[in-house]
């Protein structure tokens, strides 16, 4: 019972961590913007007249949308039209529960894991809730009973299938690299040093996946300079047909989709939970470290990898216009795609000839 228990709790913990970050992105978002155009940014709502630098429009934008009027125009699918949101949202927040936030600690006699659902596939899990994810794209359009929803759903769909086979080539290196689909394990094999000087983390080994993959990442997100499916400012997306809290779960995915390649850049190319010259138990604090206080070093960890991937791709979103859909197929299919196979290639094949000269190149 204890173990069912713990692992409700962690993947309960693993969907609030990534509906707090959808939240507190959406206010990165505008003062972020509002740094790099020398703006002020939201600083309209206000609880008994303190604004706290705009936090407080975390709370008013879900009052807002939950307020607004669920409009659902006539001849709509309905039953299309009301599960596509849920599961552009649901899956993808799903998939938050595979990653490995930290390592097993010691509390009570006994060991605990941090990782919500252990699985030697996880990779493979998370990769399919997000492909899951694209129905509610296609759905979202088709329900419409709208030409203009439903071109802006199979341009989605286009755009989304298109780079998910080029994000999964982008890790293909690192993942032959580790010899394992378990998110865990491959965490675990980045916790060493090399020469003591280096972490031996997968954008060593990786650089031009690493790259790849955020350029990959940030497409299947369908965040600027790639949200072509949703570019109200020209062109009529997939949620036109949209409104009140139901359109607010559409810009929640994209913001979880954000967390979830985050997560993935982490622990695949960052090292996971581990953090470099720190020795696993430290002699000047003892026991302390193997329980609470080590799991919140863990997670606190994970927590600023992510959030320095996070600010990473809010600066690019600010920074390149967006492309044309011409262009953006081309980019994934005849540069990203080749790119990421050549790099797999290499990869393999140096493996392969290290190991039959005996040079080892890693520690």
């Known amino acids: 019972m204890i173990d069912i228990l713990w692992v409700f709790a962690k993947v309960a913990g693993a969907l609030g961590f990534g509906m707090n970050w959808a ?35 975390i709370i008013a934008d879900p009052i807002k949308l939950f307020t ?32 490995p936030y930290g390592g097993n600690v010691s509390f009570l006699g006994r060991s605990w894991s941090l990782q919500p659902v252990e699985s030697p596939m996880g990779l493979v899990l998370v990769l399919a809730m997000v492909a899951v994810g694209i129905h509610g794209v296609v759905m979202a359009g088709y329900a419409s009973n709208s030409y203009y929803g439903l071109l802006g759903g199979m341009r989605g769909a286009g755009q989304m299938i298109a780079y998910e086979v080029c994000l999964a080539t982008t890790m293909a290196g690192a993942v032959f690299l580790y010899g394992t689909l378990d998110l865990a394990a491959a965490a675990a094999w980045q916790a060493r040093m090399i020469g003591g000087v280096l972490p031996a983390w997968g954008v060593v080994f990786q650089p031009v996946g690493f790259i790849l993959f955020l ?34 779960m559409f810009m929640m995915t994209d913001l979880i989709e954000s967390v979830v390649v985050a997560c993935l850049g982490v622990t695949l190319f960052l090292g996971g939970w581990h953090v470099p ?11 302390m470290l193997e329980g609470p206080v080590m799991a919140c070093l863990m997670l606190g960890a994970f927590t600023a990898k992510v959030a320095l991937v996070l600010f990473l791709l809010m600066q690019v979103r600010w920074t390149l216009p967006r492309f044309r859909f011409d262009q953006l197929l ?11 196979l050549a790099n797999f290639l290499l990869t393999a094949w140096a493996i392969y000839l290290a190991k039959a000269w005996g040079v080892r190149l890693w520690p």
């Open 23 to 57: 939240a507190f992105l959406g206010w990165v978002e505008r003062k972020q913007s509002a740094v790099m155009q020398d703006r002020i940014g939201a600083n309209r709502a206000d609880i008994l007249g303190f604004r706290l630098i705009g936090l407080i429009h």
């Open 68 to 99: 607004k009027e669920d409009f659902v125009p006539a001849g709509v699918r309905k039953t299309f039209h009301l599960l596509a949101p849920s599961i552009s949202l649901g899956f993808p927040l799903l998939a938050l529960a595979a990653f």
């Open 215 to 248: 350029v990959a990442g940030t497409a299947l997100t369908k965040r600027t300079p790639f949200d072509l499916p949703e570019g109200e400012s020209e062109i009529v997306g997939y949620h036109v047909e949209y409104s009140g809290m139901k359109f607010g």
């Open 277 to 287: 010259f720190l020795p696993p138990s430290l002699p000047f604090l003892g026991p």
């Open 330 to 340: 081309d980019l994934g299919w005849k540069n990203i795609l080749p790119l990421a």
